[in-house]
T-cell receptor, first 112, second 114 residues
Framework: SQTIHQWPATLVQPVGSPLSLECTVE??????LYWYRQAAGRGLQLLFY??????ISSEVPQNLSASRPQDRQFILSSKKLLLSDSGFYLC???????????FGEGSWLTVV | GENVEQHPSTLSVQEGDSAVIKCTYS??????FPWYKQELGKRPQLIID?????GEKKDQRIAVTLNKTAKHFSLHITETQPEDSAVYFC?????????????FGSGTRLLVRP
């Protein structure tokens, strides 16, 4: 079955510092991958999705970027973090057999 | 693009009572409607889903109904228990094409009072 891992689980970063969150997928090949953000007490906002290596679609203009250097690897980055980037970041993958999205454990980012 | 609206934002029920959460969607081509449960500090977990070729689906105490004409779908939880307390999200998407995206509602915080 498909498993999604992401790290780090938590991090505290100063304003203006860079960011790199990594997500890897096991148990499937050529998955669609997604990055969602959830601000405290809020809903799930789709940030980026990727249908294959090097293919990234951005859903909202923002201070973040995404990359997919390998089939099962999806990275969320920022060159300079803003306070508003704080939140719970979730990587997700499409389970094609069930047409269902499954989430990784999530990464808590606090920008101070 | 797709827009999903969810109501209510908070819901408090007595243990044993039923809870109903409603969602509407905008894209008439959407054909897949999952529901996720998120406990505090954890990832959302799929609890039930429905596809556009059926009007209702049940799994023990939870059920989902879909009205394609009105473009709305609902989650029903019967005989609620304290462990049902969580945030519930509805979502909508269409197809399995390369642009598959799951768009979520804003969530409903359900509190089941013992």
């Amino acid at each position: 079955s498909q498993t999604i891992h992401q790290w780090p689980a938590t991090l505290v970063q100063p304003v203006g510092s860079p960011l790199s969150l990594e997500c890897t997928v096991e148990g499937t090949s050529n998955p669609n991958l997604y990055w969602y953000r959830q601000a405290a007490g809020r809903g799930l906002q789709l940030l980026f999705y990727s249908v294959g290596i090097g293919q990234i679609s951005s859903e909202v203009p923002q201070n973040l970027s995404a990359s997919r250097p390998q089939d099962r690897q999806f990275i969320l980055s920022s060159k300079k973090l803003l306070l508003s980037d704080s939140g719970f970041y979730l990587c997700a993958g499409l389970h094609r057999a069930g047409n269902t999205i499954y989430f990784g454990e999530g990464s808590w980012l606090t920008v101070v | 693009g797709e827009n999903v609206e969810q109501h209510p934002s908070t819901l408090s029920v007595q243990e044993g009572d039923s809870a109903v959460i409603k969602c509407t969607y905008s894209d008439s081509a959407s054909n897949y409607f999952p529901w996720y449960k998120q406990e505090l500090g954890k990832r959302p977990q799929l609890i039930i889903d429905i596809r556009s070729n059926v009007g209702e689906k049940k799994d023990q105490r939870i059920a989902v109904t879909l009205n394609k004409t009105a473009k709305h779908f609902s989650l029903h939880i019967t005989e609620t228990q304290p462990e049902d307390s969580a945030v519930y999200f509805c979502a909508a998407s269409r197809g399995m094409d390369s642009s598959y995206k799951l768009i979520f509602g804003s969530g409903t915080r359900l509190l089941v009072r013992p």
